[in-house]
């Protein structure tokens, strides 16, 4: 059989087109950043990111250029010019003023541009999170047990009270049968217990609601469920074909649920999502539905300058979040994304990279001595160039202090430990602040709870807030240094204002709840530049002169010390 068409393609073979560029040497260039393959960093929107490069060889001149996406429209790029100091180092000082996920490579001239040569390593990569996201100071309102939205907007001027800048709600979508905010029966509609009698959607309350919030300076946290939905669903109803199917379910539908301590745990109210169908159409308009469903409830953060929480993100469908992400980073480019994701810190790195995760879910509560919390907060200082985490002392799926720690009270010195030893990003559940004695549980339609006022836990969550905003200090990674000599009860720490200088905070907590301790610090390991320091006491405002190598504190139980160092 003869072929009828012709043999070779219609199209021209292309033109090699050279742009006088070559791969530079190897070792030819000294770098202050990391050129390892699939490392990246951390910096926030109006940061200045600084870079410097030198050449090896001292008598080398030269044009150095940052290739670079940073502060570009999508799929741009562009130069930016390294100056040659004095020193012989080259240098780029400049303010990120858009938050993403950037590249950037070094470009390099030996002669005056005529020839150029690409820097012989991979691109780099730099995340750049939102300002916002520095000072995280987040009240956790639990819906339930919080009467209507206008009970809600009433409640706003004491959480502003009490020093927070951000409420997280859990979902406050419609309710499905078994009434858990984790199980919606719509995804785009208000639960009509929490409507007032005069709004029959909601939404004109919700908008009051979200209107305080921005008049109080606080910030709003959307929780999303992508991952499953009640099984009495509008969803389930309408389209039962967008359910995963399940033949050994009498309904045909397959349940989700989690892993906890080796064990699945099924969740007989939830149907999951069926996100792989194999039908594209079917696919496609799951895909769509949900995105808008994302959308649609970031908008309410965005409108606060707020943030999103994934739940459960460790269970979610990988290809739909990276496709949802990206939805949310050109819809709303200044949204924190925090997610609730459960994994090893190589698979956190990873997601953080990939997904442009700006904010992790701490898991502290599973350390409650001393000696375990002061580990984990070292932890989360070396990694925190990478990965920022946010430290509530619980969260609403875990027993509160009372249960956890022995005593309500308890939330005092450990919230002190959390915000203050911490990168910036803190919080507590509803209740905390009133010495509630057991995990208030969030399913079902309630009355809404009275709370007892418990005077020392609110003084002592407010304090710490108001001197967690006062200073940057407490919003920087790595530059803690622990100065309580490994106690079994009590944390100390200095937290530094800039390396080379002594001026910075001190701060005490006894973790024990029975137990006061005397506690004598030498800081001259950490203070070279002065025998004796000024101390000013940032709770009672009292100030003294002390000596560096002979400081005496003496904590009672659930006690804590702040102060601050140098005049």
């Known amino acids: 059989m003869a072929l009828k068409s012709p043999f070779l393609p219609s199209f021209e073979i292309p033109e090699l087109i050279s742009r006088n560029m070559r791969i530079g040497k190897e070792g030819l260039l000294r770098r202050s950043f990391s050129v390892v393959p699939d490392d990246f960093f951390r910096i926030y929107q109006n940061d200045v990111l600084h870079l410097e490069v ?118 406050i979508t419609s309710l499905d049968l078994s009434e858990s905010p984790y199980a919606a029966h719509d995804l785009f509609s208000i639960d009509k217990a929490y409507r007032g009698t005069d709004d029959r959607s909601g939404f004109a309350d919700f908008e009051r609601f979200v209107n305080t919030a921005v008049k109080l300076g ?78 649609f409830w970031s908008h309410f953060a965005q409108l606060t300058g707020g943030m999103i929480r994934l739940d459960n993100l460790h269970s979610s469908h990988e290809g739909f979040i990276t496709h949802l992400l990206d939805e949310l980073r050109d819809t709303y480019p200044n949204l924190i994304v925090m997610a609730e994701l459960f994994t090893d810190s190589n698979t956190m790195l990873k997601k953080a990279a990939e997904w442009q995760i700006n904010l992790f879910l701490a898991n502290q509560w599973e350390h409650p001595y001393a000696s375990n919390l002061r580990n984990y907060l070292r932890y989360i200082h070396s990694i925190g160039r990478k990965l920022r985490f946010y430290l509530p002392i619980t969260t609403h799926d875990t027993g509160v202090p009372a249960q956890l720690f022995g005593k309500a009270e308890a939330a005092v010195p450990r919230y002190a430990a959390l ?127 002390s000596q560096v190598t002979d400081i005496t504190l003496d904590i009672e139980p659930f006690g804590i010390r702040i102060f601050k160092i140098g005049d």
């Open 218 to 295: 606080i910030r709003l946290c959307f929780d999303l469920a992508l991952n499953h939905i009640g099984i009495g669903s509008r969803m389930v109803k309408m389209c039962p074909e967008w359910i995963v199917p399940d033949k050994s379910e009498k309904d045909g539908m397959k349940r989700a649920g989690c892993w906890h301590m080796n064990s699945w745990l099924k969740w007989g109210d939830l149907v999951k999502i069926y996100y792989d169908h194999p039908n594209p159409d079917l696919r496609s308009d799951i895909w769509d539905y949900m995105t808008k469903y994302s959308l």
């Open 419 to 545: 915000a203050l030893m911490g990168t910036g990003q803190t919080g507590i559940v509803q209740g905390v602040e009133h010495g509630y004695p057991e995990k208030i549980e969030f399913i079902g339609r309630k009355e809404k709870y009275t709370f007892q006022e418990n005077l020392f836990i609110t003084k002592g969550i407010g304090d710490v807030n108001r001197i967690l905003a006062e200073s940057p200090v407490f919003h920087q990674d790595g530059n803690i240094e622990f100065v309580d000599s490994d106690h079994g009860a009590v944390l100390g720490a200095f937290r530094r204002f800039d390396k080379g200088h002594d001026k910075g905070y001190l701060i005490f907590t006894n973790l024990d709840i029975h137990n006061s301790y005397s506690i004598k610090v030498d800081l001259s390991p950490h203070i070279i530049n002065a025998k004796t320091i000024w101390m000013e006491d940032r709770i009672n405002g009292s100030s003294y002169e």
């Open 54 to 171: 030198e050449f090896r060889n001292k008598d080398a001149r030269g044009q150095i250029y940052l290739y670079t996406n940073i502060d570009c429209p999508r799929y741009e790029w562009r130069e930016l010019k390294f100056i040659h100091e004095k020193s012989g180092i080259y240098s780029l000082s400049y303010t990120v003023r858009l938050c993403g996920s950037y590249k950037f490579k070094l470009k390099y001239s030996l002669d005056n541009g005529k020839t150029c040569y690409w820097d012989r390593v991979p691109f780099s990569h730099v995340i750049v999170d939102p300002e916002t996201m520095r000072d995280i100071r987040m009240y956790t309102l639990i819906p339930s047990v919080s009467g209507t939205i206008s009970d809600w907007t009433e409640h706003l001027p004491h959480i502003a009270g009490l020093g927070f800048n951000a409420v997280h709600l859990l979902p």
